[in-house]
Structures are given as C-alpha cells and as structure tokens.
C-alpha cells in the first residue's frame, strides 16, 4: 500500500488554504466547497500543510476539522494528504493522524515540533506516529530550530536524518522546504527511487528545474486558481514540450508572483481567490487579508494575465 501510493504522488500537488467567516471562525461550508472546485477541475493530490492552511492559527480540534473536510469532500477522486500543526506533544501528533486516517485521508504530512536536540529524538517521534498510526507518512522537511543555539540558528532535514528516517517503512515522501537547493538536490540524487519528494515554493518555474533531478512533484501557486492551467503545465513537462511548459511560467506565472510574493503570499493567495469568487478574503487574526491597494495590485494583474479565463 504504501509503495503504491508513493508511485501515485507526481505532478502538481494543491495545497488547501481554509476559509473564515467574518468574525474569524473557521468556515467548513466554503472550504468543503474549494476542495469541490479543485478536484473537478482535474486536481487530484490535495495536501493540508501547515503554512499555507494556517494551521498554527488552529486549534487541535480545528485541524482535525480541516483534515476531515478535505479527505470527505475529496473522495476518491484525489488523493489527500493531511496533516500536524507545527505545535503540539507526540500524543496530540499521533491522535490527529489517527482521525485523519478515520476521516479517509491517504497519507500524512508529519510536522516535528520540537526543537532539534538530534538526529535520534526526531527519528523516535517519526517513528512512533508510524507504529501508532497505519497511514503512509510524508516529511514536512522545514528546518527545525536548534535547542542549543540561538533563534536564527536552524537544523535542516539533512541527508543523514533522511537516512535514518528512510528505514521507516511507513515512509513515502517528503515535503522538501529546507530552502537550500544544494541541499534539495543532494536528497533528490540519494532518495529520489525511495522517496516521494514534493519541490515546495517557486511553483511550475521550481518544478521545471527540479524535474531534471528526477523530483516528481511539486506545490502549486497559480494551480489554487486554475488547476486546468496547471496540468496543462503539468502535461507539456511529461510530453518533453518544456519550451511550451516554460511559456506558461513567463507570461503568467512570474508576473503574477511578481506581484503577490510582495504582498505576502499566503494572504495574496487568499485575496486573488476572493477575487475570482473561490472563497471569501476573511482571515484569523493576527493575520490581516491584504490592504484595498494591494487587491486593486491582485485584481489588475489577474485582469493583465486572463486568469479568469486562463
């Protein structure tokens, strides 16, 4: 089960944000609906994941909310990856990946949220949540502060953890955040064949670069929008048309993120679906939707690029 599903996790992968209600609460009803919109419109790996889901925003009982609507209003039309937030004990890990399971997720992306002590303590906690619980795991590999340095220094998801992390059996994937893309490709070239690795930030343009490494996946930017557009992307790179693949980047994808990244992305995100009626611009405070000025930028530039349309 686990090896066929890790063969099954290539292409775009959509991370899903949650929508809010005006005073802040967590709005089941408009999420259940933009999963509905990604997957019929040819989406079909779905991925809960700490930033762009907010889960830190969360509460505990909330993130099994959110898990639970993406695994049901899915199906079996896509798979669905759910996950941690980047706080909580061992026990509040392994309880959310067993509801995830009930819920009918296929996999989950496990966060550690702890500080790094080393390389034994973060393979202990992997690999208890997979005894405990019998989904297929995914690293959600972002760098992990150290317990005895200070607050800039960080310790990545390196090549010998991944190592030791990959006896576990349970183990598909990983989301790859490091942010050093020596790093990324040292884990492509050694893991590639028994690992999953999902390319996160930079969107198609990352993927472009990454795929020559045998990385067989990628996070989606202008996919949340317009998944059509990105399997089509998608497509072109699996049919060698990576001129036409690369296209798609320059005239659409760049200029948009040219304008959005500056905002801040993960609110840019919320506000150009807003725009396009995917889902309401309410976010949970301390986060702040963007400004009047900033979605006048959104919606120009979507005007600009045909999104709408694209």
Known sequence: MPE?????????????????????????????????????????????????????????????QLNSIVAKQAGEQAITIAANPDYGSLAVSIEIAIEAKDAGASAFLLYYSERYYDDEAVFDYFSAVATACSLPLLIHAMPMRGASTGPAAVHPFGVELVRRLATIPALIGMKEENGNEGLRQRLALEFGERLAIIAAGGGMGKYLSCQALGIPAYLTGLGNLNPALEQNFYDLCQQGKFAQAGEIVRRLEQPFFDVAVPIGWHVALKGAMDHLGLMPIYERAPLRPPTPDQLEKLSAIISQLGLETA
């Open 4 to 64: 066929q599903l890790r063969s099954k996790l290539t292409g775009p992968v959509y991370p899903i944000l949650p929508a809010f209600c005006k005073n802040g609460d967590l709005d089941a009803e408009a999420t259940g609906k933009y999963v509905q919109y990604l997957v019929a419109n040819g989406a079909r790996i779905l991925m809960v994941t700490a930033g762009t889901s907010r889960l830190n925003l969360l509460s505990v009982a909330e993130v099994m």
